[in-house]
């Protein structure tokens, strides 16, 4: 959030420098980031319309992600090499594919309140989804706040019957009443947030610290180009620092990617903090809260099965943090 370029000294260089420095970028190969629906995200495709990252001699370019599960199945297929994904996600890619286990560089947001299960009229907890039908993806955030949100009730996922689907028709299968649960999110999750019918059974505010969404580089590209990777974290701060200035203009940009009004997508945000560049050595810190979280959804995935005993955990990283501030 803080970090804002030194204005004065752009003012003030040479313009030959600046002339040069542009075609620097444009002889750049585009630095790929896949990317979802989520509102932290859209920040990124900010940066990429408004060429915020020609500053920093990036040619940012996103790739969009119909789901986690997608997106995380192509990092581990080789399509991808940089992710704006959820932890418990990151923890999947280095089962699926450990010898690229993603280095986290850079916390984005953490969820509070976005992320969250909904429930059909007239029910009340998550202890009254034992023998429904819930409608969930099949990402592992989806199960993990799902475990988290049934553990005190001595339930699991075995208690319920669980109908996967793409987050969209989760939504219409709550309204047409084919699901009597959902998990979601916004900006799915927005318009029956707005009408008011479903009552929200649990959310990630009631996980403070634990979901949070990274953005995790292969090892490879970190240890070739880090450079890069740090004028990518430096084009993030960026894109946080312009929408500050520009608010009307920024979220209209981002929500008219994701069909939501302006006043939508300002909901949508509501239940995400973003943590600023003084925060990030504290949470990518070797014993801080993003590794403590790692170890907590690991144990948890473990006992779901959903990893193995020799799975490795993505590794934290600040080097990509240098210069920044």
């Given amino acids: 959030m803080r970090g804002a370029l030194a204005l004065l000294g752009l003012m003030l260089a040479p313009v030959v420098p600046a002339l040069a420095l542009a075609g620097c970028w444009r002889s750049t190969p585009a630095f790929e980031v896949a ?8 920040y990124l ?18 790739r969009q992600f119909g789901s986690l599960q997608d997106q995380r199945l192509a990092y581990v297929r080789g399509d991808v090499d940089l992710l704006a994904t959820s932890l418990p996600e990151t923890i999947a890619t280095c089962q699926d594919a450990p010898t690229r286990c993603p280095v986290l560089v850079l916390v984005l947001d953490e969820s509070r309140g976005g992320d969250m299960v909904l429930g059909a009229p007239g029910l009340r907890s998550m202890a009254d989804l034992a023998g429904r039908s819930v409608g969930v993806e099949t990402t592992v955030l989806a199960q993990v706040l799902l475990l988290r949100g049934l553990e005190p009730h001595g ?29 979601t999110y916004v900006p799915y999750a927005t318009p029956l947030l707005v009408e008011g019918r479903y009552p929200r059974l649990f959310g990630s505010e009631r996980l403070p610290g634990e979901v949070v969404d990274v953005l995790a580089v292969d090892p490879v590209v970190l ?31 981002m929500a008219g990617r994701e069909g939501l009004s302006a006043a939508a997508f300002k909901a949508s945000e509501a239940g995400l903090v973003y943590p600023g560049p ?3 050595g504290r949470l990518l810190a070797p014993r801080g809260p ?16 959903r990893i193995t005993p020799t799975a490795p955990l993505p590794r934290l990283s600040t080097e990509a943090l240098e210069g920044d501030g």
Avoid: C, F
């Fill in 45 to 62: 495709y900010l940066a990429e319309q408004r060429q915020l990252g020609h500053r920093h001699g990036l040619a940012l370019k996103v």
């Fill in 223 to 253: 240890r070739r180009h880090p450079e890069r990777v740090r004028a990518l974290v430096a084009t993030w701060w960026e894109a946080r620092r312009w929408a500050r200035e520009h608010p009307g203009r920024a979220v209209a940009l």
């Fill in 278 to 280: 003084a925060d990030q």
């Fill in 35 to 42: 990317i979802t629906n989520w509102p932290a995200y859209e």
């Fill in 155 to 183: 339930l699991g996922l075995d208690d319920l019957r669980l109908v996967p689907g793409d987050p969209s028709d989760l939504v219409e299968g709550l309204r047409d009443g084919r699901l009597e649960a959902i998990v």
């Fill in 290 to 305: 993003v590794a403590a979280s790692l170890n907590q959804m690991a144990r948890l995935m473990l006992r779901a099965g």
